[in-house]
């Protein structure tokens, strides 16, 4: 590890190559909210890049140190982004690469829809494929946040500041519709392989009312989530060991390998093994 940088009380530190990770496990009152957070830091000396794949959840990375990557679409030939610091995703139906001059220090947190609804208090459709500054969406206290953070050195202190930040914003945010939550468990438990007239009716709303308040508060169509929540499916199994693409096809509902293959190249400009393999070498850190 670099520094002198604590570890803290319950917290795991792993090494993935050049980057190291630090997590512990969330309260239980913040797991309906927060699929995932890590502390992550790397010694990398050269520039590299990450290809950034949909999941279905939106991101919240806190730098701790410099501003240190650009973002840009898949596809797009432009520079991307401006050199971004902390910053807030929302859902994506396409990927992005982004681009490190390597040597950084942040916290990455992986959201549920519906959570992130709840903690930005704004429709997720406002932030469907889009990269935005973290003081936008969480106003101008969120800098005192990312202060503090950077200048505690242990990381179980950070995740304790991170846990009471989450649950004040908690306090005042909005409440999903239920109907909404249960649409959004329905296509997470099956995975995408649900028809979205069979979600329409199991909740009582109309097709046309079902995508209009979902869209706005999850930030994809359900059309949309269903083929991003397959895909990432996909994309989990296919890093297992030992799991073949045949076997994927008929798990996550393909027609054939043919339709995988196109999923892939639609959602992450690659094939299946590539991407899978990128996942692991990368440690399951996207940004």
């Known amino acids: 590890m670099s520094g002198n940088r604590g570890v803290g009380q319950g917290v795991l530190v792993t090494r993935v190559g050049d980057r190291w990770?630090?997590?512990?496990?969330?309260?239980?009152?913040?797991?309906?909210i927060v699929h995932s957070?890590?502390?992550?830091?790397?010694?990398?000396?050269?520039?590299?890049?990450?290809?950034?794949?949909?999941?279905?959840?939106?991101?919240?990375?806190?730098?701790?140190?410099?501003?240190?990557?650009?973002?840009?679409?898949?596809?797009?030939?432009?520079p991307g982004s401006p050199v971004t610091g902390s910053l807030v995703t929302g859902l994506e139906d396409g990927s992005r690469v982004c681009d490190h001059p390597g040597g950084q220090e942040a916290i990455r947190l992986e959201l549920t829809p519906l959570g992130a609804y709840r903690l930005f208090a704004l429709p997720m459709s406002e932030l469907t494929n889009r990269v935005v500054e973290l003081r936008d969406v969480l106003g101008p206290e969120s800098g005192a946040l990312v202060e503090q953070l950077a200048a505690t050195r242990d990381w179980g202190a950070r995740f304790d500041l991170l846990d009471l930040a989450l649950s004040a914003r908690?306090?005042?945010?909005?409440?999903?519709?239920?109907?909404?939550?249960?649409?959004?468990?329905?296509?997470?438990?099956?995975?995408?392989?649900?028809?979205?007239?069979?979600?329409?009716?199991?909740?009582?709303?109309?097709q046309g009312y079902l995508v209009r308040r979902?869209?706005?508060?999850?930030?994809?169509?359900?059309?949309?989530?269903?083929?991003?929540?397959?895909?990432?499916?996909a994309v989990r199994m296919l890093t297992r060991?030992?799991?073949?693409?045949?076997e994927v096809t008929a798990a996550c509902g393909f027609y054939d390998q043919a339709h995988l293959n196109r999923e892939f190249r639609a959602l992450a400009g690659?094939?299946?093994?590539?991407?899978?393999?990128?996942?692991?070498?990368?440690?399951?850190?996207a940004l």
């Open 37 to 78: 957070y890590a502390g992550y830091w790397d010694t990398a000396a050269s520039p590299y890049r990450v290809r950034l794949v949909p999941t279905g959840r939106a991101v919240v990375v806190i730098s701790l140190g410099e501003p240190f990557a650009r973002i840009r679409r898949l596809g797009d030939t432009g």
């Open 170 to 206: 908690l306090e005042h945010g909005p409440r999903p519709a239920p109907e909404v939550s249960h649409a959004w468990r329905l296509l997470s438990r099956a995975g995408g392989a649900v028809p979205v007239r069979e979600v329409a009716a199991e909740v009582g709303w109309s």
């Open 270 to 285: 690659t094939t299946p093994g590539r991407t899978a393999a990128a996942r692991v070498a990368e440690g399951a850190i």
């Open 214 to 233: 979902f869209t706005e508060q999850v930030g994809l169509t359900p059309k949309t989530s269903a083929r991003v929540l397959r895909f990432h499916r």
């Open 241 to 246: 060991e030992g799991v073949n693409p045949a």
């Open 21 to 32: 990770r630090a997590t512990r496990p969330w309260p239980a009152h913040l797991r309906p």
